[in-house]
């Protein structure tokens, strides 16, 4: 793929893939097998976002297009890594609950952050990524795709950090 936009539309489409097998596991009534299920989709999302995904954006793509157009200046650049850290946080909060047996914590912060970031890829999709195709020379695109390649080689395979979601048997 010669497009750094496009892998970043994969990878949200893997993550709205994800949110939709989370919403199945938040079904599942009985305490135990649910605590098992969530367990694998808190992997997932923590290690997905904060190794693989944020990364590219957050230290590669933003920086880059910093300034380029009024709708990415540094404080809308400020705005979007304040709010992937906020998502962090909140990733931290489930992982709180799930540790501590707190199941109605645990399913309440879960649906929250879903919630939320199904809002951060739809606003992303919207703003930055609408546009940084056109802002982006062919060198640059080329630049990143290396730097996006780089980054996966440190944290490993995309297919690697997805096994354990794509893998997951759901009733």
Known sequence: MNNPVSILHDEHQLLLDAIRKAALIQET????????????IILFFRN?????HYPKKDKILYPLLSGRSDEIDSRTIKALNER????????A??????????????RATLNKYM??????ITHEHNTILAIAPALLTS????????????????????????RRVTDLVLP
């Open 29 to 40: 009534r009985d305490n135990d097998l649910y605590h098992e299920r969530v367990h694998d």
């Open 48 to 52: 997905f976002t904060e190794l693989y």
């Open 115 to 120: 919630d939320e970031l199904s809002a951060q």
């Open 139 to 162: 060198d640059e695109a080329g630049e990143l795709i290396a730097r996006f390649q780089e980054l996966d080689r440190q944290h490993g395979t995309r297919e690697t950090l997805t």
């Open 93 to 106: 909060d489930i992982v709180d609950a799930h540790v501590s047996y707190d199941y109605a914590e645990l």
């Open 84 to 91: 992937h850290q906020d998502m962090e946080q909140l990733l």
